[in-house]
């Protein structure tokens, strides 16, 4: 948990997680595409069939993640990482988008600008603040940043 939610959250035991899928794919947006593949195969081999709105919903959460990893993040030549982590309380799923961009942070969750109804971008996150139990943003070491969000399948 970061600073920016720790007002959000009362802190939890950590749950064990029962399932871990990581990738790093390239900054691109056939990467970005890539992510949202994968990530609706994993939760088909895991029990949310692509045809359950957990599994639309997920997937729609890694597409937003992963087009803002390779829009807001990408650096020349740096990959980024894609982590899903199931956690048997709830069914619950975290998924993390770890991009080369510290520097880059999004709003805090809570504080997202309402965006203009005609505009072609800019409501990635706020769909993630909409459909997502939790989401923030973390930097573990100075050369990457990761956006999550944690939503319950069940």
């Not at 993040?73 to 980024?80: A, I, N, P, T, Y």
């Not at 894609?82 to 961009?101: F, N």
């Not at 139990?133 to 940043?145: A, E, H, I, M, S």
Request: with cysteine.
């Amino acid at each position: 948990m970061n600073a920016d939610i720790a007002h959000l959250r009362a802190p939890q035991p950590t749950p064990t997680p029962t399932r871990h899928f990581t990738i790093r794919l390239s900054s691109t947006p056939r990467g970005a595409r890539l992510a949202r593949r994968l990530a609706a195969g994993q939760l088909d081999s895991w029990g949310w069939p692509y045809d359950t709105e957990a599994n639309r919903t997920a997937t729609l959460l890694v597409a937003e993640l992963a087009a803002n990893a390779v829009l807001h993040g990408r650096v020349r030549g740096r990959d980024f990482r894609l982590r899903l982590t199931l956690y048997p309380e709830g069914a619950t799923l975290r998924i993390e988008v770890s991009d080369a961009r510290p520097d880059r942070r999004p709003p805090a969750p809570g504080t997202l600008p309402s965006g203009c109804a005609e505009a072609e971008s800019g409501r990635g996150l706020v769909l993630v603040e909409a459909l997502a139990g939790y989401w923030g943003t973390t930097c573990g070491d100075p050369y990457t940043k990761t956006v999550w969000c944690e939503v319950a399948l069940a």
